[in-house]
């Protein structure tokens, strides 16, 4: 898997469409009306077999007085969700029917109609006048999805950038103890990607997304089968969970950790960073291998295309835990079912059996209290006894953690 060109916010789909953004604004800008020609490398459907391929500014300049001119036939697709208002009339001489496949500052870009509602899909990362139809965004997905499988093997990614790739900071909230870093600023790259090799200039930001306060594939041209996300919020990502490969949190400045409450010594403050080997970041990259291995795994029984990233990071993710049968005890609310509580779930999303009646083939008790019978029952037969946190670490960490790291005193997690 790689970063580089294929990352879904710069798929050879959306160069089509850049292709053509150019040649749109080279049209604003040229009265000469050069034609531009080849925005596409093959055709995939029948509705665009004319213009997006040719893209014949001098073409579109005439068909647009066509439809000023209101001559001619009542296009029968008007009324679709594409955008198209009552005005959608071509020319009978034309022969055609538009089927509207995205809007450039409200015009469509292949017959030059005025749209005046908000339909379709707006990609204002890639532009901000630029909007395309549902089916279009369907077809750009569908349109190199073959080749990304079957010839280049890759997989697209969607990375987060705040307390995933890095950690922002405000200079104001810098401490006294930090001001050792800004010596080093001069000496460091601008950013992530001084050679622009990975993201281009295709990032997506919260407010392109088309809800507020969440991130969504929508917006993005590769199909969700094929797209992985990594962020360290979960929250943001309701309708994609399954794409989502959530990150432990990276917090490298002293505001960060202030921030998320905690009251431990920064990463700056201590001069180091994330360990490359150990890290979160090293950690998730074996997930990510994992899941390109299996997702193009050759012995696999189904075809390429019927595969898909989230089915294979549910196996990926049922190998944390797998081989441990697990039973709680003073964890749960009183009369909660236990099957419904999101540790339990967690546990057996990580691959774990779980229980609520202990027998010799238990291998962990997860327990808020060391004084319950079943949390002296595993001291007697030997078995792991974990606090909560044990599930929870290896969940985030994409490993079974070290049993020893997660105690569980009498006095804990009282209810
Ligand atoms: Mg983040
Ligand atoms: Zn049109």
Known sequence: MSLAEDSPVHSSSSDDFAAILEAELDAASNSSGDSVEGAEEEESGAEDNDDISDFDLDHERVKRQKVELNTGIVNPQSSSSQGATSENIVSSSEEEICTHPGFFAGMCMKCGLRADDDSGVALKYIDKNLRLANDEM?????KDFKDLLFNRKKLYLVLDLDHTLLNSSRLTD???EEAYLNNQR??????????????????????DCTQKFQKGLDIVLGRESTVLILDDTEAVWKENK????LMDRYHFFASSCKNFG??????????TDE??????????LKVLQQAHSLFFDKECKDNLEDRDVRQVLKTVRKEVLKDCKIVFTHVFPVNFTAEHHHLWRMAEQLGATCSTEVDHSVTHVVSGDAGTDKSRWAVRENKFVVNPGWIEASNILWRKQ???????SPARCKQ
């Not at 070290?402 to 569980?408: A, L």
């Open 138 to 142: 369907t077809r750009l997905r569908d």
């Open 174 to 176: 810098i401490t006294e």
């Open 186 to 207: 001069d000496s460091l790259p601008d950013l992530l990607d001084p050679g622009n090799k990975y993201f281009h200039s295709r990032i997506i930001a919260q407010g």
């Open 242 to 245: 399954e794409n989502l490969i």
């Open 262 to 271: 905690f009251s431990h010594k920064s990463l700056s403050l201590l001069k």
């Open 275 to 284: 360990s490359e080997t150990e890290g979160a970041l090293a950690t998730v």
């Open 402 to 408: 070290p049993e020893e790291k997660f105690p569980v």
